[in-house]
């Protein structure tokens, strides 16, 4: 009798051994094969979260929260950008030193050469873009491998960072200007989050019934609507409790509600577009998507290029909270935190596995930490440490679901 393979294992447990007992067995199983699904970092999530607001009542209070839903966004975008990277199995050790660069020339272009904030922020932007593409021709064209052409970038942005700063090693601009602006503005109408609220609610259930129809008119597994509907009202309820929540202090964060639209445009662009589908297939086996005449070399420019851009904008908006730029930014603690938030919300670093909503889930375990540090009075230093245990735990379930499993032993029974 020939040996089950090893992704059914779980179910074939499952099925021999009923209860809780079988389906742990098959949640194992799945961990194993799928990597770090989002739903231990959820679970780490709402342990934080317990944890804090026993510590401090008021971790959990509306303020708090909302000040949390700003201070994610600008590591979080630079999380995002490194999604695309880690897609195809590469890696870019330059996006915290390229956002520190990058919100520096656009700080010395607004303030120094005075320079309207807008299109400053276009030039840096570009400019990480431009950066972003370098890197990748460099890996694409010349062979060399990511991992040190990222790593000498992120040498050489950091000394252009202290050039362009000049002297005085701080750039201070207007706090009350546009980029100012995107950290400081609310919505706050309770209409804007409740609304915001309605709308994600609304496309999952749509985007997630019409998967279910294409699924079963393909003749594959698909959910049914029972269970749609249930994970929408799961959603829902999620939704609206912090659209609530929000509401109690100041209401939607502008910089929030930007955020949230890059992380859902970008992850259409990788599940539902002829691109995404070839980054997918790039990471899972670059040989194969080679001979399939895939256009590897381009797909490797375009994600540094996507990378660059978001440590850009992630630069942009770490700027606006303190309205100054600074020659001695944490930018190696910025990159941990960042590539950190990835993979801790289910990005492999092998490659072919990941979504953009990974970097917010992520980030929102690693700047609740740093929130609970910070109203208890305790050192960053702690907030590292239990960062990088995170983050080894989630490296290490990645590293377990790539390495070879034997098959199921029968026991010699057909």
Sequence with gaps: MSTPPPTLVGRLRALREPGLRGYLDAWRS??????????????????????????????????????LSVDIVGTGLIATGLVFVLLIGEID????????????????????????????????????????????????????ASFAVTLAAALGWSGMLSIVLGGSGTVTF????????????????????????????????????????????SGGAFSSIGVITARTAVLGLIAF??????????????????????VAGLDYGLRRTSYGRTVHAQGGNAEAARRAGLRVGMVQISVFMVSGT???????????????????????????????????????????????????LGILVIQSVASGMALLGLRGAIQITITAGILMVAVIID????????????????
């Design 30 to 67: 799945r961990l194993l094969t799928d990597g770090l699904s989002p739903v231990p970092a959820m679970m780490v999530l709402i342990l934080v979260w317990a944890v804090f607001q026993l510590l401090d009542p008021s971790f959990l209070s509306s303020r708090n929260l909302s000040n």
């Design 399 to 414: 590293s377990l679901s790539h390495r070879p499993r034997l098959p199921l032993q029968t026991g010699g029974r057909a």
């Design 174 to 217: 207007d706090d009350e200007g546009f980029v100012a602006t995107l950290t400081r503005h609310h919505f706050g109408h309770p209409a804007a989050a409740y609304g915001l609220a309605a709308l994600v609610t609304g496309i999952y259930f749509l985007a997630a019934h019409q998967r279910a129809r294409y699924q079963r008119a």
């Design 310 to 360: 978001m440590a850009a904008l992630g630069g942009v908006f770490l700027a606006s909270r303190t309205s100054t730029v600074g020659a001695g930014s944490p930018t190696l603690v910025l990159l941990v935190n960042a590539v950190a938030a990835a993979v801790i919300g289910g990005t492999s670093l092998f490659g072919g596995r990941g979504r953009t909503w990974s970097a917010l």
């Design 93 to 144: 050790l330059s996006a915290g030193a390229l956002s520190g660069f990058t919100a520096a020339l656009f700080a010395v272009l607004n303030v120094h050469h005075g320079m309207p904030e807008v299109f400053a922020v276009l030039l840096a932007v570009a400019a990480g873009c431009a950066a972003g593409a370098l890197h990748g021709l460099i890996i694409a064209k010349l062979g060399v």
């Design 241 to 262: 409790a912090g659209a609530a929540v929000l509401n109690q202090y100041r209401g939607l964060p502008l910089a929030l509600l930007i955020f949230l639209f890059i």
